[in-house]
């Protein structure tokens, strides 16, 4: 099983509004990442996860908090958004980090800041 | 520095068509390869790997070879869909970095 979910699925939300996007994963993998993507372009990486600890945060503006708070969840602690900030936010898991592993991804939470 | 170049899309082909989408990539070390597919409206799937010089990946009738001469791993299929309609990224992992380095991405039409 090489799944990776995501929920939700479709999000909208103001920019004062305070939301979170949530990662699961059963494959025992110890690093989870988040990515975000705007249209027509590829993932860009915002934060890695490597054994629950925070290992890579890509200069990502405060608004965005991850937090990992076992082996198999990862969170993506959303706050005072801007509507630049609308994109499809992936998730994504491997073996171990940075290692030439396998990144498995999920289906994404498409996020619209109003 | 590492990084992936991609052909430049949209590619529209016919159903039966063959599709070659070029990838060639510069990396430091030795790295593994992927191509994922992105369906509309969806994530990413991995679509094939290589990990190392001459292995060839495949999936779905796709196959793309590691080709470290040439530094490339071009994705190839027979035959084409219309179900192959996507956007496909050839993308390296190196030993020792976290992130994947990803190509722009081609777009692949397929019309009936």
């Known amino acids: 099983d090489t799944e990776v979910t995501q929920t939700p699925k479709h999000l909208v939300m103001g920019m004062t509004n305070k939301k979170s996007l949530k990662c699961e994963q059963h494959?025992?993998?110890?690093?989870m990442y988040w990515y975000k993507q705007k249209a027509k372009k590829p993932p860009e990486l915002m934060f890695v996860?490597?054994?629950?600890?925070?290992?890579i945060n890509e200069s990502v503006p405060s608004r965005f908090s991850p937090e990992c708070p076992n082996s198999s969840l990862l969170n993506l602690h959303l706050h005072a958004l801007q509507p630049e900030d609308s994109a499809l936010y992936l998730c994504?898991?491997?073996?171990?980090?940075?290692?030439?592993?396998?990144?498995?991804f999920g289906p994404g939470t498409r996020l619209t800041v109003l | 520095g590492d990084s992936v170049t991609q052909m430049e899309g949209p590619v529209t082909l016919s159903e039966e068509a063959f599709l070659t989408i070029n990838c060639t990539y510069t990396a430091t070390g030795y790295p593994s390869l992927f191509w994922y597919v992105q369906y509309p409206g969806e994530g990413l799937q991995l679509l094939l790997k290589?990990?190392?010089?001459?292995d060839k990946g495949s999936n779905k009738g796709f196959e793309a070879t590691y080709r470290k001469e040439t530094t490339s791993f071009h994705l190839e299929k027979g035959s084409v869909q219309v179900s192959d309609s996507a956007v496909y990224f050839c993308?390296?992992?190196?030993?020792?970095?976290?992130?994947?380095?990803f190509g722009t991405g081609t777009r692949l039409t397929v019309i009936p």
């Open positions: 290589a990990t190392k010089a001459d």
């Open positions: 494959m025992g993998h110890r690093a």
């Open positions: 994504a898991s491997s073996q171990i980090e940075a290692n030439r592993d396998t990144q498995y």
């Open positions: 996860y490597s054994y629950e600890k925070l290992s």
């Open positions: 993308a390296l992992s190196e030993a020792g970095a976290n992130n994947l380095f």
